[in-house]
């Protein structure tokens, strides 16, 4: 089993729509869970970082962890074009804080 | 505020030939600074990470190499480039107070032809 496994999509939703993006995971030792915005041929961009289990809400994006069920979320509420992108899930341990990232889901808003 | 810089932005380069990519980082000291490469359909993968100057740690042998001359600079090497090296590499920052963000460069799209 992969440590982290996200859903590679493509996902193509309307404008306005809620999108919901998520991904799961088998180790229980990771405590920091990201969410990161990647453009085509573009460096990953930190959207939203959460610590403990919970919301955690940013204008018009929500990051949702469950710890219980190593399960995280992040949700995108009135979705734009400009929201178009690749969103990749990335959570580590504590000591050396290595990244460990999902593959990414490919997300499209059509206007 | 911090900034990250990586180059060259894109590079196409014939098998066997030498690389070196650099990244520097402004506005924070002693980061931990890491290298990754990213290839179609296959995510990050975490190639060195470097706590401090002339500190390197290796995720995946291969004939790729890392450097940490100066605080905020780490550069990436190989003597002998294979057809296997091409890809999108970047370098990522993260602060040493404790958290997990690390903060991306825009990377550099490798070709070796």
């Known amino acids: 089993q992969k440590e982290v496994e996200q859903d590679p999509g493509p996902l193509s939703v309307p404008e306005g729509a809620i999108v919901s993006l998520n991904c799961t995971y088998s180790n229980s030792a990771f405590q920091y869970f990201m969410w990161y915005r990647q453009y085509s041929r573009k460096g990953p961009e930190l959207l939203m970082y959460t610590y403990s289990s919970g919301n955690k809400e940013d204008g018009r994006f929500t990051a949702q962890v469950d710890k219980s069920s190593k399960y995280i979320s992040l949700f995108i509420r009135d979705s734009q074009p400009s929201d178009s992108a690749t969103y990749l899930c990335a959570m580590s341990q504590g000591s050396n804080y290595k990244l460990t990232f999902g593959k990414g889901t490919l997300l499209t808003v059509n206007p | 505020s911090q900034t990250i810089h990586q180059w060259p932005a894109t590079l196409v380069q014939p098998v066997g030939s030498p690389l070196s990519l650099e990244c520097t980082v402004e506005?924070?000291?002693?980061?931990?600074l890491y290298w990754y490469r990213q290839a179609a359909g296959r995510g990050l993968q975490l190639l060195f990470y470097s706590v401090g100057i002339g500190q390197i740690s290796s995720e995946v042998p291969q004939n790729l190499s890392a450097s940490r001359p100066q605080d905020r600079q780490f550069i990436l090497s190989s003597k002998k480039l294979l057809l296997s090296d091409s890809g999108f590499y970047l370098c990522?920052?993260?602060?040493?107070?404790?958290?997990?963000?690390?903060?991306f460069g825009p990377g550099t799209r490798l070709t070796v032809l």
């Open positions: 990522a920052w993260r602060p040493t107070f404790p958290g997990g963000e690390q903060f």
């Open positions: 506005g924070t000291s002693n980061p931990n």
